[in-house]
């Protein structure tokens, strides 16, 4: 059981530069979620799936999208990268027991 | 949500016990109170929830009085690895929405 995990653990980009950051889980999770946490701060919930096919924004989801094809996967893609994207982005499962499982962070640089 | 409020940080010396209290005033009916840490560079990990009265695991105690608008997290004689962010958040029944607020820094001194 591997958990949550998510690729790549670190990347810069140039301002304009698109990405994807991946996130799977091998915990058949229904719930899913994206944070992002700038340094210093909580964190803020960008977009959460409740399940394949169903996606919903969070607190700050402008410049992101996210697709929920498979129960395992949830990716975060960023169009248009700016240097506010600058983060730690964190995904997260949530189990029947209502516990998140945290993915271990992809850390983001856009200059 | 009910929006949290817990102190910004604390200070504490191994073998000590420490008490985290968070406020949450507009807590609902439906509503658990739950509790992560985070070490730096790693995603929070859950450490206890509960809905009223007290509840204990190999980590962490919760105590929740009747009223439920706070709560606090007790950890029993703290190390220096206990260094670590602590949050307080509420969520709903359902459990698909979680809001973390800005957290506790907790800092263990030998």
């Known amino acids: 059981n591997a958990g949550v995990t998510q690729t790549p653990k670190f990347r810069i980009l140039k301002i304009g530069q698109s990405m994807t950051l991946q996130c799977t889980q091998d915990?058949?999770?229904?719930?899913m979620y994206w944070y992002r946490q700038d340094p210093g701060m909580g964190l803020k919930l960008i977009y959460y799936s409740v399940g394949a096919g169903i996606t919903d924004k969070g607190e700050v989801p402008n410049g992101y999208n996210v697709s929920r094809s498979t129960t395992e996967d949830f990716p975060l893609r960023l169009e248009l990268a700016a240097p506010s994207q600058t983060s730690v982005y964190f995904c997260?499962?949530?189990?029947?027991?209502?516990?998140?499982?945290f993915g271990p962070g992809t850390r983001l640089t856009v200059t | 949500l009910a929006k949290t409020t817990q102190p910004i940080s604390m200070d504490s010396y191994e073998g000590q016990e420490v008490n985290i209290t968070c406020s949450h005033n507009n807590i609902a009916t439906n509503d658990y109170i739950t509790w992560y840490q985070q070490f730096p560079s790693q995603g929070p990990r859950f450490i206890i929830q509960g809905y009223k009265t007290k509840v204990t695991n190999e980590v962490a105690s919760l105590f929740i009085p009747a009223d439920r608008k706070s709560s606090t997290l007790s950890l029993p004689r703290v190390s220096l690895s206990d260094t670590a962010v602590y949050y307080c958040l509420v969520r709903r029944d359902a459990g698909n929405m979680l809001t973390f607020g800005g957290g506790t820094r907790l800092m263990v001194k030998p």
């Open positions: 915990m058949n999770h229904n719930y």
């Open positions: 997260a499962s949530i189990g029947q027991t209502y516990e998140q499982y």
